[in-house]
């Protein structure tokens, strides 16, 4: 019989140490190394493998018809709804509204008369209908039931009918005989998914593991539950707005960077079908250093407000304030207007901010940021029908982004009449029948010229003025 070893394990990354020490030298992370108790394992070798047949890729394959939850927002980032024996994992920050999305997952689906589970290790069954009760979907014939221990999950989910969704509450709860650690540890965390796994594979129903996350946004637990499961979804949200938003980071049936947009309400969280008119809603045209950026997300086309300020330090370092923005990206823009824009922006402070709580993270938000930094600094108003996308260059040239004609036609959908581009953007026949009037755009030195024609002269923007 082998003896029982013990290893130290990262709770946060999951890293492997010969020794207790009080910092992770793999995240960096204190307080985060436990010890753990390998389960023994025989030395005897394993004999007596089963061949198996090999098949070649040009066969036949059949399509599997998806279960639509009824969320059309969910069925957006999914692919188009679930896919039978998919394993999904569901991360977010804690009261982020994740168990209210599922809730109402649970109980569309249901309605239509499948067999839902619900499996909350966190919360009592009572704590579970009082929810339900707040969101008025008391009467949905979900099975609910407070339970931590896998085996016992697996029997009742295999007892009956085959359930269509099992949802588990959370998977950093769950505890399994196959591990000796504790519940939340990084071996039981694996331990429970794979078992987990392996039922919706055998079985066919969709498990949804919701995971609990880390200071910086990661699923918290080993990275190795995030390559077992199809798709890993991530609910995020700011606590000062009602916007939320689902994003697939990975989906092997559909695309990632896909996102749903919600609204947190009275009654739960209800679909924004067009986000674009939402986030735009109630924003002051007539003021200076704002532009509307028309970006993308996934496959979705979406219109949002990049806001900016600059304003004279008193300090003697300038202040670079972001939200919702690279602050990197930030400082090569800034440096490029001064390089090639011929603005001396060293004496101000700049702060940058998108609008509704939501990012901006792709290059093609470049110009529009470019151009409400020039809005600001000079007093020019932009006019409230132009749009703006395109990537900004070290050299100072705007670049052609990706998925223009999308872009372009979202921004008419929404009443808009002209949007700047690059200069270098391919725009076909059918682009151009949408309505709004191109203005290319070669470099910043040409967008600063055109901005700064329409300023009242109340502060000067050149070096050469400076």
Same mark, same amino acid.
């Given at each position: ?7 130290? %394990?990262? +709770? ?20 985060? /190394? ?33 279960? /639509? ?34 809730? @109402? ?13 619900? /499996? ?6 009572? +704590? ?24 016992? %999950? ?12 099992? !949802?588990?509450?959370?998977? @950093? ?15 039981? !965390? ?13 079985? &066919? ?26 798709? !890993?979804?991530?609910?995020?949200? *700011? ?17 990632? &960077? ?9 009654? &739960? ?28 997300? &996934? ?6 407000? /990049? ?15 972001? #939200?919702?923005?690279? @602050? ?32 901006? *993270?792709?290059?093609?938000? *470049? ?13 020019? #108003?932009?006019?409230? *029908? ?15 982004? %990706? ?42 030195? @040409? ?20």
């Amino acid at each position: 019989m082998a003896k029982s070893r013990s290893a130290f %394990i990262c +709770q946060n990354c999951g890293a492997v140490s010969s020794r207790w020490q009080g910092k992770c030298e793999a995240c960096n992370e204190w307080n985060t /190394i436990a010890e753990e108790i390998d389960s023994p394992i025989s030395s005897q070798r394993i004999l007596g493998g089963r061949s198996f047949e090999l098949e070649s890729l040009a066969g036949s394959s059949s399509t599997v018809d998806r279960v /639509i939850s009824g969320v059309e927002e969910f069925d957006r980032v999914t692919g188009g709804g679930f896919v039978p024996g998919s394993v999904i994992l569901l991360g977010g920050e804690p009261g982020i509204g994740k168990s209210t999305l599922l809730i @109402q997952i649970c109980a569309a689906l249901a309605t239509r008369g499948e067999r839902v589970i619900y /499996i909350s290790g966190e919360e009592a069954v009572a +704590q579970v209908r009082l929810r339900a009760s707040r969101l008025n979907l008391a009467s949905a014939p979900v099975e609910l039931a407070a339970a931590t221990q896998v085996e016992d %999950i697996l029997a009742t989910c295999g007892s009956g009918t085959r359930a269509a969704l099992i !949802v588990i509450d959370s998977i @950093q709860t769950m505890h399994t005989n196959q591990a000796p650690s504790a519940p939340g540890t990084v071996t039981q !965390v694996r331990a429970s998914a794979q078992a987990l796994l392996r039922h919706a594979k055998s079985s &066919g129903s969709i498990v949804i593991l919701v995971g609990h996350v880390t200071k910086d946004g990661q699923v918290a637990g080993p990275r190795v539950v995030e390559h077992m499961v199809d798709a !890993v979804l991530s609910f995020e949200g *700011d606590a000062a707005h009602h916007f939320r938003m689902l994003r697939a980071s990975k989906n092997r049936f559909g695309a990632t &960077g896909e996102i749903g947009v919600f609204e947190m309400t009275g009654l &739960g969280l209800a679909e924004v079908a067009n986000p674009s008119a939402l986030f735009l809603a109630g924003r002051d045209a007539a003021a200076p250093g704002a532009a509307v950026f028309a970006g993308m997300e &996934g496959q979705r086309p979406m219109l949002l407000e /990049i806001q900016a300020l600059v304003a004279p330090t008193s300090l003697g370092t300038p202040r670079r304030a972001v #939200v919702g923005f690279d @602050q990197n990206r930030l400082s090569m823009i800034l440096a490029v207007l001064e390089a090639h824009g011929g603005l001396k922006l060293g004496l101000y402070d700049i702060y940058l901010n998108v609008a509704g709580g939501l990012r901006a *993270d792709e290059p093609a938000a *470049d110009l529009a940021a470019a151009a409400a930094l020039v809005s600001s600094l000079t007093g020019a #108003v932009l006019p409230a *029908d132009q749009a703006f996308f395109g990537e900004i260059g070290l050299s100072g040239a705007v670049r052609p982004v %990706i998925h223009a004609g999308m872009r372009l036609r979202e921004a008419a959908k929404l009443g808009f009449h002209q949007a700047v581009l690059a200069q270098a953007q391919q725009i076909n026949d059918e682009e151009r029948r949408s309505g709004l009037a191109l203005r290319p755009c070669a470099d910043v030195g @040409q967008l600063v010229a055109a901005i700064a024609q329409t300023a009242p002269n109340k502060r000067p923007t050149s070096s050469t003025s400076q």
